[in-house]
């Protein structure tokens, strides 16, 4: 998610901060917020994680009778990955008065609140939602908390970080999902297309984004994984659905082809899909594998649970909050320093697990297509787990007071 803003960490010096912040003016949390429709502002139009998650809570309002409005701010800081179509059906304006729900992460809080406008964000209950990946947050996250009533987190793990530091105001809102409204024939042609037996040979799902962290999701892990597990097996083969690899660095690019070139069995996905074929690769896969190094909630996870797929993960981190779902299956870990791509997760004391490998391999390999009892029986667990209606109530009181419904 981190590198969402590379334009945004190249200008994020002090004379573009206080420019920012002088935009702002005085932007106070308001006392008595007013009462309307929510807002979601974030990335909703680009094709990564972040915003991806906005877009959950956009959808899982429009569920249960809550009608938002909506600010991309995708057009404006990466335009580049504005590839997905927004809004997905016909919304109202804003209203001036509900809460606004700001899906970004800290470094960024000051251009989404810039870019939305002080003049629209006065009088009203601003909410920021940030996912973070660490035990522990870098110090300049605590500012910008400031401009937010309340700080929502994807999970416990991730409130643990923040609440040291920022206290109650750390509210824990998981994300909503359903289950994808999905042609069967989609995942069937899938199969077709890509294993030799679609009835008996065994589908292998990984992702990660190549413009986020690439060690921190550590999809080169499970292409290991898979080779080490299935060796010996052309009857298997592994899909990678990535992001932004064709523009990712050189050093990455060849670490995939060094791990993907010489084994015909893994194909790596790039390309943006349209939202039907996307869910199909959930739904077509026999295991979905995330050898994470540290994650925030684990929304490729809970979907592979929501599409009945079982999942093999790193035993720790935000994904722990469902780890205990029908389904899945975990690997052991060690806790060791980061060492990442991106600096900003190699702060002095902090940890991230280092899943077992060969482990995983070993569970792997004894993993088999998963009949249809069990994989029902897996997507009724996660769905009743994510339901849009039970996170809806769950939200702060506060939410609730000034949320108005239809």
């Given amino acids: 998610m981190k590198q969402a803003w590379p334009f945004l960490r190249r200008s994020l010096q002090p004379a573009r901060r206080a420019y920012l912040e002088a935009r702002l003016g005085r932007l106070d949390s308001a006392q008595n917020p007013g009462r309307g429709a929510p807002m979601i502002a974030g990335f909703l139009s680009a094709p990564m994680g972040i915003g991806a998650a906005a877009s959950l809570i956009h959808s899982a309002f429009r569920q249960v009778n809550i009608t938002p409005s909506s600010f991309d701010l995708t057009p404006i800081y990466q335009p580049e990955r504005s590839v997905l179509p927004w809004p997905p059906v016909p919304e109202p304006e804003d209203d001036g008065t509900g809460p606004v729900i700001v899906h970004v992460n800290a470094p960024e809080s000051i251009h989404a609140l810039s870019a939305i406008g002080a003049e629209r964000l006065r009088g009203r209950l601003l909410i920021g939602f940030w996912a973070w990946e660490l035990p522990q947050i870098p110090k300049s996250w605590i500012a910008p908390a400031a401009r937010y009533h309340e700080i929502w987190v994807p999970s416990h793990f991730t409130a643990d970080a923040l609440r040291p530091a920022l206290g109650d105001k750390v509210k824990v809102a998981g994300y909503p999902l359903s289950p994808a409204n999905l042609s069967p024939e989609l995942p069937r042609r899938?199969?077709?297309?890509?294993?030799?037996?679609?009835?008996?040979?065994?589908?292998?799902?990984?992702?990660?984004?190549?413009?986020?962290?690439?060690?921190?999701?550590?999809?080169?892990g499970a292409i290991r994984a898979f080779r080490t597990a299935f060796k010996d097996r052309e009857d298997c083969r592994m899909i990678v659905k990535t992001s932004g690899l064709s523009r990712a660095s050189a050093a990455i690019r060849r670490r995939f082809d060094a791990e993907c070139a010489s084994d015909p069995r893994i194909r790596i996905f790039d390309d943006p899909l349209p939202q039907d074929e996307f869910d199909a690769l959930f739904a077509a896969a026999d295991?979905?594998?995330?050898?994470?190094?540290?994650?925030?909630?684990?929304?490729?996870?809970?979907?592979?649970?929501?599409?009945?797929?079982?999942?093999?993960?790193?035993?720790?981190?935000?994904?722990?909050?469902?780890?205990d779902l029908p389904g899945v299956t975990e690997v052991g870990f060690e806790l060791v320093p980061p060492r990442s791509d991106q600096p900003q997760y190699n702060l002095p004391g902090a940890v991230w697990a280092d899943p077992d490998e060969a482990a995983a391999a070993e569970q792997l390999s004894k993993m088999t297509v998963p009949d249809a009892a069990r994989r029902s029986a897996i997507a009724a667990a996660a769905e009743e787990r994510f339901s849009p209606e039970k996170w809806v109530a769950g939200l702060s009181p506060a939410f609730h007071a000034v949320c108005e419904t239809q």
């Fill in 190 to 220: 899938l199969r077709e297309r890509v294993l030799p037996d679609p009835d008996k040979g065994l589908l292998v799902l990984a992702a990660g984004d190549a413009l986020s962290s690439i060690e921190r999701k550590n999809p080169i």
């Fill in 287 to 323: 295991v979905f594998v995330s050898l994470h190094r540290s994650e925030g909630f684990g929304l490729s996870i809970a979907r592979a649970l929501l599409a009945g797929t079982p999942a093999l993960v790193t035993g720790w981190s935000g994904n722990a909050d469902f780890s």
